[in-house]
Structures are given as structure tokens and as C-alpha cells.
């Protein structure tokens, strides 16, 4: 393995960053994230695995300024996010976000119009983000003519036009299948590579982080915490074929291992995680 | 035309001529129905005439109306509503129960009020179809995903732009089912109305040719009003029929 390309300057920053929801009538606050420490470089690929429920989705959110932290700070380029998304920052959800009522194309421009950048802009911008989606052929078409994929694919061709410098993925292709999935993952890999983005992916497959990040963050059970941060030294110029590589068996090897107590915890098997740390 | 649209264009083509053949052989009486032909011949004889331009455009006038204040209102009191989740518990059960009252029980208490103009029918009318527009309203905004709203906090919308460029574009199948209603019972408000006690309109010239014993107007006036509601109905299928297999990919 070879050292990645990353640079060392901090781009985002989370400190004692934690979220609790108040309870619903007679039930207690439920903790569902941190605290959490964690410096986000510029440009790296950054991704976060845990069990279901463990808080990863919350991270995202209050990272991308979705929802407030109730204690702590975000800062994004130096500058604070407190509940409200940061010009610069690009979100791209597991749930079809598509518009159904635009063509491939107008859904590509929705950004760039409504910030009212100048049509011959918005073409070019358009075009080339569609074109480097593989999706040139389908501009006209509507999303309901395209599979789940194509449609994962218009709402990262609708974030990528306004050039994120962060962008976050949240589990978007958790509704897709095995070889697809990997087929998308060599999609972002293009896409981190070109926009020169930091890219932080959420996702509950370890082989996907793995495969597509150069650290991976491993959450605990909620409150969700990194319990440990494991640097993958992938070159920057890597594809779904390292999944061949020994190395990726032994990165998705000791995620299992640090997940598999926690995993337990979130399913509630109290006696199996006894066993697991035993 | 569509292999559909054939067969549906056959059965009504059928059905006229089994009529015009049961009227002409004598197996209706003239004096319980006359020939649909006989009917057509009346209309365009009356249309001819320009003796019921009044009352159509009265008529046809006051549906706009119904329907444009219906759709109008019903949308604001349904954002408004829905806004408010509490006021929206305290009135589920009167929209759950709201069609099963007769409206029409009202009709003299506001010809009582507003005397025999306009607004009695109009008030009733509104009162028949906006609610649906109102049920359709809220429908159709719980049921825009959730994720479109983080979709326009992501692009940094403000409310009003949020509500223009995605909740009503989202929303829009269900709000066009609620103006199709708003439409069917602005037509059945207003001709019901204007029969019951009005001093003019397509309604009230049905009333008075029932009341003469005048066949040919009565079957003649309303087979101009079948014929309007039926254009606009399917001009409204048609474009529901558009925009829906646009959003499904002709999948539905």
C-alpha cells in the first residue's frame, strides 16, 4: 500500500459534539450521538461505519448543519454550523431525493437555477455533471423512467453541479444491489478524485468503507462514538478491484472485530456481547 | 386514439343507440324519455336561438366561480391547517363527517339571509366542494417524502420557496385530485341549487320545463349540461393521466 494524497489541513471539525432528543411524554432524553472529537482533512474520503441506530445519520445531519448539536461545536472552513447548511457543503441521501415532477436534466439544474446562476453556466455545468454520470442519454427523461441507481446517480449529478467542497453521503446506496453498489462506489471514487472534495460517506457495509475510504471512523452503539479511527493507506487512484487486495480483508477484518460487541449491544444481545468481549 | 379509448367511445356510442332505438320503437315512452337524437336536434336549435345564452353563462359563471374559490380557499385553509397540527386534531372528525350532513338543509336559512341572488348558490356551492379541496390539501402535504424538505434546507430555500418549487410540485397529484372533486361537486352545488329556488340559470330552466311538462327543452338543457361536464371532466383526466405518467414512468 501506498500513502494517500490527503492533505493535512483541517476542513471540518467537530468538538464534544453530542445530540440528545428529548423524550417523548414520560420517557426519558434519549443520548443519540457522542461526544465525538473528530477532524475531517481536507480532501480526504472519509467513512463511517456502526451498528443500526447507533447514531451515524445524526452525525451527518448535524455535521451538514441539518440539525443543531445540543452541545459542542461544527465548524466548516473555520466558520461555525449551528443548524443551518454552509454554502460549500453537498448532501446526498440513502432515500430517493430525485424530483419526480422534473426531467434528469432540470433536476441536475435545480440548484444552480434557484441560486441564480446564468443559463449558459447552468448548461455547461449541467451537461458535464450529467456526461461524467453517464447519464447524457437521459436528460430528458423523467426518474421514474430510470432504476434506483440512475436516480442515486441524478441526486449526486444535482449536488456535484454546485461544487461542494464537502460532500456528504449519507448510506446513498443502501437500497442498491451488491454489484451495483460497487459499480456506484467506483463512481465516487471518480467523482472525490475529480471535484478534489472532502467526501464523507455513512454507510452500514464495512467492505464499502473499506473499499472507498482512506480512514474509516467505527462507531459504539448510542450514544454513537468513535471508538476507533482506521487509516486504510489506499492510493488515491484506486478502484473496486483493491477488493482483491489482502489488505482490504484485513481493513474489513478489524472493523468486524471492533463493530461486533457493539452490533450486539444495538440488537439488545446483553449475554452474546459478554460473550464477544469474554 | 388508444384501443381504450375505442372501447370506451363504442360503449357510449352503444348505449345512445340502444336508447334512440328503445325510444324509437315505442319501448320508451315519449313522455318518459324522447330519442337522443331528438334531444341533440333541441339543443342546437336552442343554442341557435340564443334564448339560453343568459342562463348558461349564469350557470356556467357561477361553477367558475365555486370552483376557483373552492380550490383557492380550500388550498390556503389546507397549508393553514396543516400548519397547525393541534387545530388539525380538533377537526379530523368534522372533515371525516362532513360529507355525511346534507349541505343543502342550509339553502333556505341563506336565501333567508341573502335573498334570491347569487350568493346563496354560490355559498352552498363552496360550502359542497371545499372541503374536498381542504382533505385533498392535507393528503397530499403529509404525504411529500421527508426528505425533500432536508433536499431544501441542503439548497438553502427560504419557506416560500420551499413550499413553491417542492411541497407544491410534490404535493400536486393529490391537490389535482381534490380540484377534480371540487369540480364534480361544484357542478352538482350549483344546478342543484338553481333548481331548488332560483330565479334563473340552466338549473331553474330544467325546473320549469319538468314543471311544463316540456320534454324536449328539459332532455335538451340537460344533455348540454352532461355534455359540458363530461368535456371537462376528461379534459381534467387527460391532463391527470399526463402528469401521472410522467411521474411513473407510465407504470401505474
Same mark, same amino acid.
Given at each position: 500500500?501506498?500513502?494517500?494524497?490527503?492533505?493535512?489541513?483541517?476542513?471540518?471539525?467537530?468538538?464534544?459534539?453530542?445530540r440528545?432528543?428529548?423524550?417523548?411524554?414520560?420517557?426519558?432524553?434519549?443520548?443519540?450521538?457522542?461526544?465525538?472529537?473528530?477532524? *475531517?482533512?481536507?480532501?480526504?474520503?472519509?467513512?463511517?461505519?456502526?451498528?443500526?441506530?447507533?447514531?451515524k445519520?445524526?452525525?451527518?445531519?448535524?455535521?451538514?448543519?441539518?440539525?443543531?448539536?445540543?452541545?459542542?461545536?461544527?465548524?466548516?472552513?473555520?466558520?461555525?454550523?449551528?443548524?443551518?447548511?454552509?454554502?460549500?457543503?453537498?448532501?446526498?441521501f440513502?432515500?430517493?431525493?430525485?424530483?419526480p415532477?422534473?426531467?434528469?436534466?432540470?433536476?441536475?439544474?435545480?440548484?444552480?437555477?434557484?441560486?441564480?446562476?446564468?443559463?449558459?453556466e447552468?448548461?455547461?455545468?449541467v451537461?458535464?455533471? *450529467?456526461?461524467?454520470?453517464?447519464?447524457?442519454?437521459?436528460?430528458?427523461?423523467?426518474?421514474?423512467?430510470?432504476?434506483?441507481?440512475?436516480?442515486?446517480?441524478?441526486?449526486?449529478?444535482?449536488?456535484?453541479?454546485?461544487?461542494?467542497?464537502?460532500?456528504?453521503?449519507?448510506?446513498?446506496?443502501g437500497?442498491?444491489?451488491?454489484?451495483?453498489?460497487? *459499480?456506484?462506489?467506483?463512481?465516487?471514487?471518480?467523482?472525490?478524485?475529480?471535484?478534489?472534495?472532502?467526501?464523507?460517506?455513512?454507510?452500514?457495509?464495512?467492505?464499502?468503507?473499506?473499499m472507498?475510504?482512506?480512514?474509516?471512523?467505527?462507531?459504539?452503539?448510542?450514544?454513537?462514538?468513535?471508538?476507533?479511527?482506521?487509516?486504510?493507506?489506499?492510493?488515491?487512484?484506486?478502484?473496486?478491484?483493491?477488493?482483491?487486495?489482502?489488505?482490504?480483508?484485513?481493513?474489513?477484518?478489524?472493523?468486524?472485530?471492533?463493530?461486533?460487541?457493539?452490533?450486539?449491544?444495538? *440488537?439488545?444481545?446483553?449475554?452474546?456481547?459478554?460473550?464477544?468481549?469474554? | 386514439?388508444?384501443?381504450?379509448?375505442?372501447?370506451?367511445?363504442v360503449?357510449? $356510442?352503444?348505449?345512445?343507440?340502444?336508447?334512440? #332505438?328503445?325510444c324509437?320503437?315505442?319501448?320508451?315512452?315519449? @313522455?318518459?324519455?324522447?330519442?337522443?337524437?331528438?334531444?341533440?336536434?333541441?339543443?342546437?336549435t336552442?343554442?341557435? /336561438? =340564443?334564448?339560453?345564452?343568459?342562463?348558461?353563462?349564469?350557470? #356556467?359563471?357561477?361553477?367558475?366561480? %365555486?370552483?376557483?374559490?373552492s380550490? %383557492?380557499?380550500?388550498?390556503a %385553509?389546507?397549508?393553514?391547517?396543516?400548519?397547525?397540527?393541534?387545530?388539525?386534531?380538533?377537526?379530523?372528525?368534522?372533515?371525516?363527517?362532513?360529507y !355525511?350532513?346534507?349541505?343543502?338543509?342550509?339553502y333556505?336559512?341563506?336565501?333567508?339571509?341573502? =335573498?334570491?341572488s347569487?350568493?346563496?348558490? %354560490?355559498?352552498?356551492?363552496?360550502?359542497?366542494?371545499i372541503?374536498?379541496?381542504?382533505? !385533498?390539501?392535507? @393528503? =397530499?402535504? +403529509?404525504?411529500?417524502?421527508?426528505? #425533500?424538505?432536508?433536499?431544501?434546507?441542503?439548497?438553502?430555500? /427560504?419557506?416560500?420557496?420551499?413550499?413553491?418549487?417542492?411541497?407544491?410540485p410534490?404535493?400536486?397529484?393529490?391537490?389535482?385530485?381534490?380540484?377534480?372533486?371540487?369540480? /364534480?361537486?361544484?357542478?352538482?352545488?350549483?344546478?342543484?341549487?338553481?333548481?331548488?329556488?332560483?330565479?334563473?340559470?340552466?338549473?331553474r +330552466?330544467? $325546473? +320549469?320545463?319538468?314543471?311544463?311538462? @316540456?320534454?324536449?327543452?328539459?332532455?335538451?338543457?340537460?344533455?348540454?349540461l352532461?355534455?359540458?361536464?363530461?368535456?371537462?371532466?376528461?379534459? #381534467?383526466?387527460?391532463?391527470?393521466?399526463?402528469?401521472?405518467?410522467?411521474?411513473?414512468? =407510465?407504470?401505474?
Amino acid at each position: 500500500m501506498t500513502g494517500t494524497s490527503v492533505q493535512r489541513e483541517v476542513h471540518a471539525r467537530l468538538e464534544a459534539v453530542t445530540r440528545v432528543y428529548p423524550g417523548a411524554a414520560d420517557q426519558p432524553p434519549v443520548s443519540a450521538l457522542g461526544p465525538i472529537d473528530l477532524d *475531517l482533512r481536507k480532501g480526504e474520503f472519509f467513512a463511517v461505519v456502526g451498528p443500526s441506530g447507533c447514531g451515524k445519520s445524526t452525525f451527518l445531519e448535524v455535521l451538514a448543519g441539518l440539525q443543531e448539536p445540543t452541545a459542542g461545536t461544527v465548524t466548516f472552513e473555520g466558520k461555525p454550523i449551528r443548524g443551518q447548511v454552509a454554502e460549500g457543503i453537498g448532501v446526498v441521501f440513502q432515500e430517493d431525493a430525485s424530483f419526480p415532477w422534473l426531467t434528469v436534466w432540470d433536476n441536475a439544474a435545480f440548484g444552480l437555477r434557484r441560486n441564480g446562476v446564468a443559463a449558459d453556466e447552468v448548461r455547461r455545468r449541467v451537461d458535464d455533471a *450529467l456526461a461524467f454520470m453517464g447519464l447524457k442519454d437521459f436528460a430528458r427523461a423523467y426518474p421514474s423512467q430510470l432504476s434506483g441507481g440512475m436516480r442515486q446517480r441524478v441526486c449526486i449529478a444535482r449536488t456535484l453541479v454546485l461544487q461542494p467542497r464537502l460532500i456528504l453521503l449519507d448510506e446513498p446506496f443502501g437500497a442498491l444491489d451488491a454489484q451495483t453498489r460497487l *459499480l456506484m462506489g467506483d463512481e465516487v471514487l471518480r467523482l472525490w478524485r475529480r471535484t478534489d472534495a472532502t467526501v464523507l460517506l455513512i454507510t452500514h457495509a464495512l467492505d464499502e468503507a473499506a473499499m472507498l475510504a482512506d480512514r474509516i471512523g467505527a462507531m459504539s452503539a448510542r450514544p454513537g462514538r468513535f471508538i476507533e479511527i482506521i487509516e486504510t493507506g489506499w492510493p488515491r487512484e484506486r478502484d473496486s478491484t483493491i477488493v482483491g487486495d489482502a489488505a482490504f480483508g484485513e481493513i474489513t477484518g478489524r472493523l468486524w472485530e471492533r463493530l461486533r460487541g457493539e452490533s450486539m449491544k444495538a *440488537l439488545g444481545h446483553a449475554g452474546m456481547t459478554a460473550v464477544a468481549a469474554g | 386514439m388508444t384501443r381504450v379509448g375505442v372501447i370506451r367511445l363504442v360503449v357510449v $356510442a352503444a348505449l345512445i343507440g340502444a336508447l334512440e #332505438l328503445a325510444c324509437r320503437l315505442g319501448l320508451i315512452s315519449h @313522455n318518459t324519455i324522447i330519442p337522443p337524437s331528438e334531444m341533440a336536434r333541441t339543443l342546437w336549435t336552442l343554442l341557435a /336561438s =340564443g334564448t339560453i345564452n343568459g342562463d348558461i353563462e349564469r350557470t #356556467l359563471g357561477m361553477i367558475a366561480l %365555486v370552483i376557483a374559490l373552492s380550490v %383557492v380557499f380550500g388550498f390556503a %385553509v389546507g397549508l393553514a391547517i396543516h400548519a397547525l397540527p393541534r387545530v388539525r386534531e380538533a377537526l379530523d372528525p368534522f372533515f371525516a363527517t362532513y360529507y !355525511a350532513v346534507p349541505i343543502f338543509i342550509f339553502y333556505p336559512v341563506l336565501i333567508a339571509i341573502f =335573498g334570491l341572488s347569487i350568493m346563496p348558490i %354560490v355559498l352552498i356551492g363552496v360550502a359542497t366542494a371545499i372541503v374536498a379541496m381542504i382533505i !385533498a390539501t392535507l @393528503n =397530499g402535504l +403529509d404525504r411529500i417524502p421527508r426528505v #425533500l424538505t432536508k433536499v431544501a434546507r441542503v439548497h438553502r430555500l /427560504s419557506r416560500i420557496g420551499t413550499a413553491v418549487t417542492l411541497q407544491l410540485p410534490a404535493a400536486a397529484p393529490y391537490l389535482f385530485t381534490g380540484v377534480k372533486l371540487s369540480v /364534480s361537486y361544484a357542478f352538482i352545488a350549483v344546478v342543484a341549487a338553481e333548481f331548488i329556488l332560483s330565479p334563473a340559470g340552466l338549473g331553474r +330552466d330544467i $325546473a +320549469d320545463a319538468y314543471a311544463d311538462f @316540456n320534454n324536449r327543452r328539459m332532455y335538451a338543457l340537460i344533455l348540454f349540461l352532461l355534455i359540458i361536464a363530461t368535456i371537462v371532466n376528461s379534459a #381534467l383526466h387527460a391532463l391527470d393521466m399526463r402528469w401521472a405518467a410522467r411521474r411513473t414512468g =407510465g407504470r401505474q
